[in-house]
């Protein structure tokens, strides 16, 4: 049964100025998921407006209030589970066990950040005059958050929650992959208690976005997305409109001598095929040495063949399909490019063959020059990069011979070479034993170069509310 999904705008549920497109679902092209509206530049206008008119109600509210709603939202969140499940899996393409654990990581995001509303604290100064001199944090405006389809509940509730949290207005533009998602993440806020000034959706593709990021009135920009698109929002806004940006990576897992195989296959198999490879964090390069590759590779091999690819609402199915028919075609263009160069592939393209959806079996392809195009761009499908290397200085090399920075990770036994490759490898989340994708809640989030502006981190840490905050300094004589 199709969804008609709704922008909400100006504290109303509308249909928006008549041009929709549709989402349908990705392992089954025939069922069409959702309808929504094609934002346009009008309606954009329309909702950031609104919010920068009327948030300052919500700024109002002593922070025990904002904190009680982002409480209540999560309760219904996991009340909702089970709903929200199904249609995460049907709009974007997840397993069912993916879309569980991302519904039950939603509503503890959503408590972390309504205990940051708590936790907003200025300081003092001495002063010579005998005065008082203090700082204060106040909710810098109208924060424009843009999200993207691969964690469609989790991502837009790491922007929303610490914006709201700090008594901002939102205007939240979604994936329009996964509009449905994005509905019902506004639609429990609201209901939890966010009054309608300070908060709006609009839907649509691109037109949307540009016209959110280019509006005078928005204050400061949080996205997550591809870099390609991070760098065209960065070049847009202007210097008094904070942007924070995490976007692409190339994220390699360096496999040492004294590794064990056993463990480092079942983290690459993890960070590799879940998601169906389309998770920021995943991991697209192998970096082996000489020593172990031959036997690593057949470890990971029988962990690619060991895959179930099919819809992520049948039973026993491990991998779902890719999310959209541009993933789709990419993934096919680079296993021809694969196939074009000196690499080695050494897993089939489909067995057996899965028609109706864009699906995608795990990709392995050994001998990878570290200089190929596979080795160098974020793919975002599950294809794996074996490339072997003779020394730890090599890998470490490798591993940072691409433009991003974004995840890393080693598997060895010896703690003094995970210490260092800690302080060598240029990223910014190191993993040691575990796999490049999977990050904790309260831990700071976050790239370096081309994965990430570095304006403050996600998730948590000790300057994640400062994004969405502004300094005053008083002085009282």
Known sequence: MSITV???????????????????????LQEVVATAPESGADEVAA???????????????APEVRADVLVRAADMLQARADTLIEELVREEGKTRAEARM?????????????????????????????????SSRQPVGVVAAITPWNFPLNIPSRKLGPALAAGNGVVFKPSELTPVTAQRLVEVLLEAGVPGGALALVHGHAEAGRALVADPHVDAVTFTGSTAV????????????????????????????????????????????????????????VIVHESVQLDLLDRVMERARAAVVGNGLTDGVTMGPLASEAQWDKYHEFLKEGDNSAARRETPLQDPVLDGGYFARPAIFSDVDPQDRMAQEEIFSP??????????????????GTPYGLSAGIATRDIATALAFSRDVDAGVVKVNEATSGMAMNAPFGGTRRSSTQTHKEQAGATMMHFYTTDKTVYVS
């Open 47 to 61: 909702a950031v407006a609104h919010v920068a008119e009327h948030r300052h109600a919500w700024s109002a509210l």
């Open 230 to 285: 991070g760098e065209a929002i960065h070049r847009t806004v202007p210097v008094q409109v904070r942007c924070q940006l995490e976007m692409g990576g190339k994220n390699a897992m360096v496999v040492c001598a004294d590794a064990d195989l056993e463990r480092a296959a079942d983290i690459i198999a993890k960070g590799a095929f879940g998601l169906s490879g389309q998770a920021c964090t995943g991991t697209s390069r």
């Open 6 to 28: 709704q922008n909400y705008v100006a504290g109303e549920w509308s249909t928006g100025g008549g041009r929709t497109f549709e989402r349908r679902n990705p392992a089954d």
């Open 102 to 134: 991302e519904a039950m990581r939603t509503p503890q995001n959503l408590r972390f950040y309504a205990g940051e509303a708590l936790r907003l604290s200025g300081e003092t100064y001495p002063s010579s005059g005998g005065g008082l001199v203090y």
């Open 383 to 400: 294809v794996l990069a074996f490339i072997t290397v003779a020394s730890y200085d090599e890998a470490v090399r490798v591993a940072n």
